[in-house]
Nanobody
Framework: QVQLVESGGGLVQAGGSLTLSCAAS????????MAWFRQAPGKEREPVAG???????????YHADSVKGRFTISRGNTKNTMYLQMNSLKPDDTAVYYC?????????????????WGKGTLVTVSS
């Protein structure tokens, strides 16, 4: 089993920046997909950004259109951590942000493609 723990959420003013972290534990893995999702009040959970890799090679990333140019996903040096750097934050970015993972390279980044989930961290952007 894989455990995921998010951190870094908080309150930030519009236009500000915040960095979220996700730490994975419980088992080792070499091929994996990890992603950030968010869920705003009254909205469906949606993918924000994701990364996947196999072995020691470089990962392949994606970013949702709504965050391209503002958010950047990255992996830690141990490959058991993941970050989401969020710049130029908007009130519409307010949501609970979740870290998710699946232990395979193939597959997508929808909510149904993920097998493990963290409990989430709240990001609130004030106007």
């Amino acid at each position: 089993q894989v455990q995921l723990v998010e951190s870094g959420g908080g309150l930030v003013q519009a236009g500000g920046s915040l960095t979220l972290s996700c730490a994975a534990s419980g088992r080792t893995f070499s091929s994996v997909r990890m992603a950030w999702f968010r869920q705003a009040p009254g909205k469906e959970r949606e993918p924000v950004a994701g990364v996947k890799w196999s072995g020691g090679g470089g990962g392949i990333t994606y970013h949702a259109d709504s965050v391209k140019g503002r958010f950047t996903i990255s992996r830690g040096n141990t490959k058991n951590t993941m970050y989401l750097q969020m710049n130029s934050l908007k009130p519409d970015d307010t949501a609970v942000y979740y870290c998710a993972a699946a232990l395979s390279f193939s597959g997508g980044f929808s909510t149904y493609d993920m097998d493990y989930w963290g409990k989430g961290t709240l990001v609130t952007v004030s106007s």
